[in-house]
Each structure stands twice: as structure tokens, then as C-alpha cells.
């Protein structure tokens, strides 16, 4: 059995919401503030200073993907790192977007050197990750994200996995605490590489490990 791996690809594998501000500056008149912590708080209309509601948000994130995917850049060291754990272990990017953008995100990747299997999800990741692990049955798995509330979706249905906080946006990160139900947070992708190698050579489960 070989280990296996379970990425996110936004501000994990390719910087998003850098690239997401300057579209919303450009098409839409909105401020785009990364130290508001959270989508919701970060956008403001800049004709009357309203903050950009729930409903709104979605809409623009919808109209980012997939028309404005282009725009995103790799993550330093991201490509590199894949292509070394990928010498010992599986590796699957489940991605929040919708099944439409699946074959767009494939061939963006793909673009920044970076091929491996990609699923899409809506919702926490807790499930699609242990359906993973049912299917893989591998020796190791680590989880790779960098929204908290999926660290605590894995933790609660697939216990066994590592689970590692990354926030990769240099800007973003500082404003973004370490994920309550994660093992580590590490934000660079040369040192989150020698993290999860350490796993997967140690050959044991979190939950044995935690244990």
C-alpha cells in the first residue's frame, strides 16, 4: 500500500485571492481587503462603501470560475514538492468548485506542470476524504488545506489522516490563525514537503499515532 496525499489547489497550489482582488478592482469597482480573514468581510463596493453581501460573494466567485482561472499563478516550490512525494505516494486534488469547472482545473494545472487526479466537492471535505481513503486503503494519508473548517470535516470522518494547514498567500496568512483541528501549519511548501515525507516514512495513522 503507498501512501497517499489530498491537496487543495487554492492558496495551496495556486495563489487565488491575490489574483481574485485585482478582478474584482478591474470588473467590478470592489475593494478587495485580505486582512478581513474571510471572504465575506473583505469586499467593499467602492460607489457607496457597502460591504459585498453573502448572496453577492458567491455570484462573483462563480464569475471568477471558471472565465478568470487564467489569472492564478503556482505557488512557490508547489510543482516541485507534488513531484517529489509523488516518487512514494498517490496524489488527488479535491478542489471546492463545481463539477463544471473539474476539466478546467485539470488543464490549469496541468499548465503549471502539475498532473494528478482532481475531484471537485461543494461542502466539507470530510466525506469525499474518506471515500478516498476507502478506495486508496493506502498505508498513510495527509490532508492539505487551507480552510480550518475542513481540517475539522476530516478530523471528524477520517480521523486517520494527517491534516496540514497551509495558507500560502504571504498577504493572507498572517490574518489566518492556525486551524484548531490540524496536526501542523506550515505555509511553505520546501518545508510542509519534509512534514509529510516524515509521515509517510513514519508509517503510522494519526489516530494510532494520536493514540
Known sequence: ?????????????????????????????????????????????????????????????????????????LVPHAREALAALAE???IVVLTNLGDHCREHRIAQLATHGIAHRVE????????????LIAEFSPSVAVFVDDLPVHHESVAKHAPEVFRLHMVSEPDLAPHVPPAPF????????QDAQGWIAARFAAGLTADAQDG
Open 120 to 131: 471537485c466537492n461543494q461542502g466539507g471535505k470530510g466525506d469525499p476524504v474518506a471515500r
Open 1 to 73: 500500500m503507498k501512501p497517499l496525499l489530498i491537496t487543495d489547489c487554492d492558496e495551496v497550489l495556486l495563489h487565488m485571492v491575490r489574483h481574485f482582488g485585482v478582478w474584482l478592482d478591474e470588473a467590478h469597482e470592489i475593494d478587495f481587503a485580505m486582512e478581513g480573514g474571510h471572504f465575506e468581510n473583505s469586499m467593499t463596493r467602492r460607489a457607496d462603501g457597502s460591504r459585498v453581501v453573502r448572496e453577492d460573494m458567491w455570484g462573483l466567485i462563480n464569475g471568477f470560475f471558471p472565465a478568470e482561472m487564467g489569472r492564478q499563478t
Open 88 to 90: 512514494v505516494a498517490d
Open 182 to 189: 490540524a496536526h501542523a501549519r506550515i505555509d511553505d511548501w
